[in-house]
């Protein structure tokens, strides 16, 4: 039967009643329309046994992957996918049907509480990962649930708060990764933010939910609600919103029911919602599996190689790192290693199949002695004698590691300091006095403050939340059985305060104004040449690499990147090589660089690699809000090449064609305008010629610049002006025509 054959034997309240939610993770079974499971995402599979989602720390065991702010540091598009791909397994082997994730938002800030649960601080990786993660989820029959649309980049007051933001940052920055996945990888559903953006709730936002989203970008999915985001049903189905999670709400579907009635919602309007909820439940039947299964530990062994590959190596003097794995004792110092901080707190905590600490990792690869000291209580309760014994510790051991990292990180609050706990960073200090041969390995949901207590610390390691397998592969890259290769995907500032966000985060009385606009993250620090503590897109290797002359041409209207990369050690390791773009001379606002594109590749010891990024037409684009359309701006694009947003080794300069950027001349335009546009120049002479006087007077460069900033239409109100409203309607004529 067709979607509008079902839908005519379904009543205006069985069409409420699907757009309503069942229970707290399924869609409703109407009319013999089977329900479906919708669950948390995005790390792994969140199945709570009872339906009221109330045992909010309760759930079935699933590999709890690394979350989001690790595999964004692996840079690393294809073990993204294999990642989405296994939580696709792990989802049909459970019957769920949609897979909350994945999370687009930008770290605007570093203080946001679920940067944990996002990429990057850049669009660009943000999108390409994402496409990766979602083509391979749904790969495997399971929906993905593309969230929060949008600007949902913090928790203080996330269910009210209204996102300021300009047109041109909100389409370039922060729904440019909405559109990349969107039109790349086709998620099944789409998740609104709880926040409001520009004043209006995400949830009833047409503008964002109809025009930009399916008009623009083409997206034929469904629209889901984030959990009790809708303030009003009526309005959010007007808007675009399909299903209201989660259910029931028969208050809501009365209030539908009624509006359709008494006319105040279009019929239509309910219907559309309705047949996409059963376009959706079409495509979970057609993907389920009632006989699937997953390999438990293939799955934990995917979740060690991906936490490996997330790994950033921040610091490696005298080359400390990596360790023998015979012969050197190690000190294990930390509570950390032994009780492993792996996921952060809120609605993607997954209960894991399996926990691996560091500590028992390192002892395995090792067949050194490993002695351990606690060195801090997680409670903070110490009365000095962890730490004094920890110090002892380390002072025996010919190498220590010490595992530090943030108290807590959650959905739902904000951090309000980039401080790792002092007495943490007092156990370093005194560690390293006593053992100068030790190791620093972090354990935190977003950037902390390594300044300047870093400088002392011969090598420090960033390992994030890197999963259930996170002490495995921390374990590996101490011993250099990978050789690490992340890269940052948010600046590490030296001072919250040196921050492009930092003034206007987390705003008042009900809106945060994203003040710096294009600005975000690297882009800020790089525009005000400020310096940092580890930029954008840095990491060390345990070998190096070198970069010969990079070359470019235009490729289908986009621009294909190429550079020699040797691996000039005697270690195989990988790369992530970056291209960032810039247009000198530019006609608009821009940053100093925007990353346009990379590629992660493995380059054994002693070899060449012939590396390729290509840079599509849509990541040349910037949004012209005069236009109201995305446009190439014609003429020299620059293309700088490197191993971080401040290690560019070479650069590379293409002309690309641009688009027709012309904007057409109004009353409002001012004379500057008009004479800047040829067409508006030769129109304007010939009318000041026919009015009797010259474009003369405004050769003079000060009369120019006087009246240059004149709109058209007010010329009229100087005394004696022939150009009244007519004159100047008929000019605009003669120059649109
Ligand atoms: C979160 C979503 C999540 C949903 C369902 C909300 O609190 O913002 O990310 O998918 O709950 O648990």
Not at 3 to 21: I, M, N, Q, V, Y
Not at 244 to 254: C, F, K, L, N, S
Not at 427 to 450: I, K
Not at 627 to 642: A, D, I, M, Q, S
Request: hydrophobic fraction near 45%; aromatic fraction near 6%.
């Amino acid at each position: 039967m067709s979607t509008d054959d079902r839908l005519s034997h379904l009543s205006a309240a069985e069409k409420a009643a699907l757009t309503g939610g069942g229970d707290f993770w399924h869609t409703a079974a109407v009319a013999g329309v089977p329900a479906i499971t919708l669950t948390d995402g995005p790390h792994g599979v969140r199945l709570q046994r009872t339906g009221d989602g109330a045992g909010l720390l309760d759930s079935e065991p699933a590999t709890c992957f690394p979350p989001a702010v690790a595999l964004g540091s692996t840079w690393d598009p294809e073990l993204v996918h294999r990642v989405g791909a296994a939580l696709g397994e792990e989802a049909r082997a459970m019957g769920v049907s949609v897979l909350l994730g994945p999370g687009v938002n930008l770290k605007r800030t570093p203080l946001g509480g679920r940067n944990f649960e996002y990429y990057a601080e850049d669009p660009l990786l943000t999108g390409v990962l994402a496409v990766e993660w979602v083509r391979g989820l749904q790969d495997r029959g399971v929906g993905a649930s593309l969230k929060h649309f949008a600007v949902n980049s913090q928790e203080t007051d996330r269910m009210r708060v209204s996102a300021d933001v300009d047109e041109r940052t909100l389409h370039e920055v922060y729904l440019r990764a909405f559109r990349r996945v969107v039109r790349e990888a086709r998620p099944w559903t789409v998740m609104c933010a709880y926040n409001k953006v520009n004043g209006v709730h995400a949830s009833e936002h047409r503008w964002l939910l109809t025009e930009v989203l399916r008009d623009e970008w083409g997206f034929d999915g469904l629209v889901v609600s984030d959990w009790g985001a809708v303030v009003d049903r009526v309005a959010a189905v007007r808007a675009g919103l399909d299903l209201t999670m989660p259910g029931p709400d028969t208050a809501g579907d009365e209030a539908l029911v009624r509006a359709v009635e008494d006319g105040a919602l279009d019929p239509a309007a309910l219907d559309t919602a309705a047949a996409r909820v059963l376009a959706l439940v079409d495509r979970a039947v057609a993907g389920a599996d009632p006989g699937a299964t997953y390999d438990v530990d293939a799955h934990h062994a995917l979740a060690r190689e991906a936490a490996s590959r997330a790994v950033v190596l921040l610091r490696n003097e005298g080359g400390l790192l990596p360790l023998p794995r015979e012969g050197a004792s190690v000190a294990v110092i930390g509570e950390h290693a032994r009780t492993p901080r792996y996921q952060g707190g809120g609605s993607s905590r997954v209960t894991p199949t399996r926990l691996d600490d560091a500590l028992a990792e390192i002892t395995a690869l090792t067949t050194a002695p490993v002695a351990f000291a606690a060195g801090y209580a997680l409670d903070g309760d110490d009365d000095g004698s962890l730490a004094a014994e920890a110090v002892e510790t380390a002072r025996a051991a010919d190498v220590a590691v010490v595992f530090i990292g943030t108290a807590e990180e959650t959905e739902g609050r904000d951090r309000d300091s980039l401080d790792l706990p002092p007495a943490r960073v007092a156990l370093v200090e005194r560690v390293v006095a006593a053992n100068p041969r030790t190791v620093v390995v972090l354990s935190n949901g977003a950037v902390v403050r390594t300044a300047p207590w870093d400088r002392a610390v011969p090598a420090l390691v960033e390992a994030w939340l890197l999963g259930q397998a996170g002490g495995g592969a921390v374990a590996d890259v101490l011993f250099g059985v990978v050789n690490p290769s992340g890269r940052l995907a948010e600046t590490i500032p030296l001072a919250l305060a040196d921050h492009p966000s930092h003034l206007d985060f987390p705003g008042e009385a009900g809106h945060v104004r994203y003040g710096e606009g294009l600005h975000i993250g690297h882009r800020g620090f790089d525009a005000r040449g400020q310096e940092v503590a580890y930029p954008f897109g840095f990491g060390l290797s345990y070998t190096t690499f070198s970069y010969g002359a990079a070359t470019a041409s235009e490729v289908d209207g986009g621009v294909e990147v190429r550079v020699p990369v040797t691996n000039d050690g005697d270690r195989d390791g990988r790369e992530v090589v970056q291209v960032y773009g810039s247009v000198p001379g530019s006609a608009v606002r821009r940053v100093p660089r925007e990353l346009k594109g990379f590629a992660c590749v493995e380059i054994p010891a002693g070899r060449t690699a012939e590396v390729v990024v290509r840079v599509p037409r849509a990541d040349l684009e910037h949004w012209d809000p005069r236009l109201g359309r995305w446009v190439v701006e014609g003429g020299e694009h620059v293309f700088e090449v490197g191993a971080s947003s401040r290690d560019l080794r070479t650069a590379v300069a293409v002309v690309v064609e641009g688009d027709d950027t012309r904007v057409p001349l109004t009353a409002d335009s001012t004379l500057g305008e008009w004479r800047a546009d040829p067409r508006g120049a030769e129109v304007l002479e010939r009318a000041f010629a026919e009015s009797g006087g010259g474009l003369g007077v405004l050769a003079d460069s000060q009369v120019s610049a006087f009246l240059g900033s004149l709109p058209l239409s007010r010329l009229g109100a100087f005394p004696g002006s022939p150009f009244d409203a007519g004159v100047v309607a008929e000019l605009v004529a003669r120059v649109e025509s």
